[in-house]
């Protein structure tokens, strides 16, 4: 038996109907299509509107669609995990109401929360559990419904957020060259003045104090959150090209977190990536969390060929933040819906 590599076999993908346009927020709040544009290159962001919806919809729309595409018996799925900052509840876990919704017989759920870089750190623990031969097929889901904690009342953030879900199957293959090769990530704990949700946590619970405080929205110091993360994402997207002997014409595809346009410039400049090689949809999506990075390779899906260098990369709260290097394993032509 040959070593066990982890590839991608099929992605899947989900955004709500509505879309939440520049110019129906410029009359929610002070602001314009130019302003926003120009700050973070946003135009649209899909938002579930439904009431009694959440994640778990979503994340399950998306599975739906990659077990149609990839035509996968779900009897043969050995594991599923969501990884979300926007659960449907504190318990119990969204995996485990995504995996009842699909009817896994055979397969644990559980999820993983890393922020922004929630689908890179799950799409890494999929690969080493199916490299250690203990597993064959897992479905990775990155999720959120964004517009549960942004306050449509605050300009600076209001605008950036999205909701969407994206999926993938990895599995088990003893084909040589292709799946996951090998990452980088760190966590540096500087984050959580920058970037957090003041109350809801066991820190500060729900009360009344905070309901009308206006304490369970997403608070952040944007230029802050700016700098650290053209500065860890540039770097780690050189430290994986260092440790993998890749030069710029290498690489294919970078595949970065869609959190703002100048971000993503910003970061490719640093690592001498030109943009044509990079996959940006954060024009019509917005920042959609853990789910960025599998809606890029779901949009994107047409253009990936078999043994395509690939880069993915992410920052998020925390901070986390990190990159991978990834060998595309399928000529997405011949299957992309």
Known sequence: MGKINAVITGVGGYVPDYILNNEELSRMVDTSDEWIMARVGIKERHILTEEGLGTS?????AAKQLIKKTGVDPNTIDALIVTTTTPDYKFPSTASIVLGKLG????FAFDLEAACCGFLYSLDMAASMIQSG???KIIVIGADKMSSLIDYQDRATC???GDGAGAVLVEATEEENIGVQNSFFRTDGLGLPFLHMKAGGSVCPTSHFTVSHRLHYLYQEGRTVFRYAVTDMS?????VMKRNGLE???????????A??????AVTKRVGIPMEKVVVNIERYGNTSAATIPLAMWDHEKNLKKGDNIIFTAFGAG????????????DGSSVAM
């Open 57 to 61: 919809y979503m994340a399950r729309k």
């Open 104 to 107: 896994l017989k055979n397969a």
């Open 134 to 136: 203990r597993y064959k």
């Open 159 to 161: 605008v950036l957020f």
């Open 235 to 239: 770097n780690d997207v050189l430290e």
């Open 248 to 258: 710029e014409a290498d690489v294919n595809w970078v595949i970065p977190h869609e």
């Open 260 to 265: 703002n346009l100048r971000i993503i410039e």
């Open 319 to 330: 901070f986390v933040h990190g990159a991978s290097f990834y060998k595309w394993g399928y």
